[in-house]
C-alpha cells in the first residue's frame, strides 16, 4: 500500500517536473486540446480585445449564413454558436472551437477563389453558374435579378434549398464546376 503510495508520488513528481520544463503551453495543451489548438490557428483570445483571425472567422460564418454577430474580431457567445451550428451542418465534431478541421472547412471557399477580401466573388459565382448550364446574364460582379434567377434554378436542379441566397451549400455544389481557368478568373 504504501509502495503504491510512494509510485503515485514518484509519478506525480516527474510529471509536474516535465511539465514545468515544457511551460505553460505544453500544460494546456494536455489540459485543454480544443483551446490550444484554437490558439495555435487564431493565437491569443484577449477578452474584448480584436484578432484579425476571429474577424475573419465572423466574416466567413456571416457569408455561409450563420449568424456570428458583428465581426469585430472579439470571440464572444454568438460566435461560439455560430461555430457550434457550422460544425454540426457540416459534420463536425461540434466543439464551438476553431478548430483545424473547422478552420479548413471555414477557409475552403476562400483558397478556392469563390471569397475574396472577406466578400462573395460574384464575377466567379456568375462564371461557375455558367459552367454548370444557368444563365446569370452578363459576368459584371454584381447579383441582380437575372443571377438571383439562375441561383434560384442551380439550387432546384441540385435538390438545395431554394432562397436565392449563395450560401455554403450553394457555393458547395458550385465549387464542383471549379477549373483552374475560372479560378484565374
Not at 43 to 72: C, R
Not at 144 to 164: C, E, M, S, Y
Request: contains cysteine; glycine residues 8%.
Amino acid at each position: 500500500m504504501k509502495s503504491d503510495r510512494n509510485h503515485r508520488a514518484s509519478l506525480l513528481a516527474c510529471l509536474l517536473l516535465c511539465l514545468s520544463l515544457c511551460g505553460c503551453d505544453a500544460l494546456y495543451r494536455l489540459l485543454d486540446k480544443e483551446g490550444a489548438e484554437e490558439k495555435a490557428l487564431v493565437g491569443d483570445i484577449i477578452p474584448f480585445e480584436s484578432n484579425a483571425a476571429v474577424e475573419e472567422i465572423q466574416t466567413l460564418l456571416y457569408l455561409y449564413g450563420y449568424n456570428a454577430g458583428k465581426a469585430d474580431g472579439v470571440l464572444g457567445l454568438r460566435t461560439r454558436n455560430a461555430l457550434e451550428k457550422f460544425q454540426k451542418d457540416h459534420g463536425l465534431e461540434p466543439t464551438r472551437f476553431a478548430d483545424q478541421a473547422t478552420w479548413e472547412k471555414l477557409r475552403f471557399f476562400k483558397d478556392n477563389g469563390l471569397v475574396v477580401d472577406g466578400q462573395l466573388n460574384a464575377r466567379l459565382v456568375q462564371s461557375l453558374l455558367k459552367e454548370a448550364g444557368f444563365e446569370p446574364g452578363k459576368s459584371d460582379g454584381k447579383i441582380g435579378p437575372r443571377t438571383k434567377d439562375a441561383v434560384i434554378a442551380f439550387q432546384k436542379a441540385h435538390n438545395l434549398k431554394v432562397d436565392g441566397k449563395i450560401g455554403y451549400q450553394t457555393l458547395s455544389q458550385l465549387a464542383l464546376f471549379l477549373t483552374d481557368e475560372l479560378q484565374s478568373d
